[in-house]
């Protein structure tokens, strides 16, 4: 196994994912011996690099199988300049986006680099305009890009590869950030920097061992990229889940609230649970702006063999991270013509001063937006509480349900009270008059239906 600075070598790591890997190699450009710069000893290096690693470049390509599914993989040997991006190390990268969108395959990327480099200059820098080009090719062209961000991920590589990504896991105490160890400020807290740091920011969806890295990478590709759930994909909408409790219409608006506020209802967890097959989902968390909203779940999974896409409110104030995070997935889930399934619990969109100062306002615009101007179907059911304009960010117009242990209102029944100067012995007449009961969502048009529960077989 080539290493270099005692970290694992492309080749190591490719067969630590992959069943089988075919490289592929495209044409080598020529080239002054020096360098575009005429780097004096540049020549040197890159021989004495091919010489400590086999490699002729900082990447190596090819088509791959990841537990049976397959991919482009993209892999980078840190032993070869530190990984970094040079013009030859764009042109491979480039011709891999090329063949990913040739084969209509998602594009795997293992990386490790230390940026741009620095004896190519400015041409180095330039090659980040490539792969951001090429970024934007796939998702146009409605294919998957997964990044495993090994140790270190810093630099441009970080900022186009690993950060433009898809889906985004880590290695366990790997270096990921823009700024690499020797040009960040020398008070810079160390953890913001370390894939487990990314994660809690909201910039990492999975921090994955290596040992079960093909597993996961696997799971992924079922559920995004063709031979598994891609095939049954049509614009079909998801089905709409069963309800979980077996509760009778409210009788009054206050009965509807008691019920949605119950401790023991059911919350999304269980839904989902229910909904998917077991050991099918995969989850997305953050919102790649510094933030994650564990209210929040988003994610997807297989539903009678069908890939579906979900984003589920878990009965608390949602927060900005919640809405960005959510408007994410729907976003990802319409590229790739995956069905949305979204579930409605929240008492309303967090009020707080730090939820002001974080974008609370544009946040749930964004969510809004996202459901709006949707291609694939989405279905939405809620499942609790409907509070507010933060609970229909996340309703699809025409297509939402409703459980009888729910409401929907405009404003929760107590603040409505007090706005209308009415004392807390109005506050149940309150509801009443706002119609929050879910039969009355149906007959306003609100709704399409109540949800019943699964009957028992016989």
């Known amino acids: ?43 040197a290096s890159r021989a004495r690099a091919t010489e400590r690693t086999g490699e002729r470049e900082s990447v190596i390509h090819g088509v791959a199988r990841v537990s049976g599914h397959p991919c482009v993989l993209i892999s980078f040997e840190f032993g070869f300049l530190g990984g970094s991006l040079g013009e030859r190390t764009g042109d491979r990268l480039e011709a891999a986006y090329a063949t990913a969108r040739e084969r209509r395959l998602p594009l795997v990327s293992l990386i490790a680099t230390g940026g741009s480099r620095m004896q190519e200059g400015m041409v180095a820098l330039t090659q980040l305009q490539r792969v951001a080009r090429q970024s934007a090719l796939l998702r146009t062209a409605g294919l998957p890009q997964l990044a495993v961000l090994r140790d270190p991920t810093t630099g441009g590589g970080w900022a186009t590869l690993g950060a433009g990504a898809d889906v985004i896991l880590a290695l366990p105490d790997a270096q990921v950030g823009f700024a690499g160890s020797r040009v960040r400020p020398p008070d810079a807290d160390p953890t913001a920097y370390t894939a487990e740091g990314q994660l809690a920011a909201g910039a990492v969806d999975a921090v994955v061992p290596v040992a079960e890295l093909r597993g996961v990478l696997g799971r992924w590709l079922r559920l995004l990229g063709p031979g598994g759930g891609a095939d049954a994909r049509v614009a079909v909408p998801a089905d709409v889940p069963d309800a979980l409790s077996d509760t009778a219409l409210p009788a009054t608006g206050w009965d509807a609230v008691r019920a949605a506020r119950a401790a023991g209802r059911p919350r999304a967890s269980a839904y989902l649970d229910a909904y998917f097959a077991a050991g099918s989902r995969m989850a997305l968390s953050g919102d790649r702006c510094g933030g994650v909203d564990d209210g929040m779940l988003c994610g997807f999974g297989l539903r009678d063999g069908r890939t579906v896409a979900y984003a589920a409110q878990s009965g608390t104030a949602t927060r900005p991270a919640g809405y960005r995070a959510a408007a994410r997935l729907i976003r990802l889930a319409d590229r790739l013509g995956v069905p949305v399934l979204t579930l409605v619990d929240t008492p309303g969109a967090a009020n707080d001063a730090a939820a002001e100062r974080a974008g609370q306002g544009a946040a749930i615009a964004d969510c809004f937006a996202a459901v709006a101007s949707v291609g694939v179907p989405v279905t939405s059911l809620v499942i609790g509480e409907g509070g507010s304009g933060g609970a229909l960010a996340l309703s699809a117009p025409s297509r939402t349900w409703v459980t009888a242990d729910s409401y929907f209102s405009v404003i929760a029944p107590e603040l409505a009270a007090a706005i209308l100067k009415r004392g807390a012995g109005e506050v149940r007449s309150t509801a009443d008059e706002l119609r929050v009961r879910p039969q009355d969502l149906v007959e306003l048009g609100v709704a399409r239906g109540v949800i019943s529960p699964t009957p028992p077989l016989p």
């Open 1 to 43: 196994m080539a290493e270099g600075n005692r970290r694992p070598s492309a080749r190591h790591m490719v067969a630590a994912v992959t069943d089988d890997f075919t490289e592929l190699f495209p044409p080598e450009r020529e080239t002054a011996p020096d360098g575009p710069l005429g780097w004096e000893g540049y020549a």
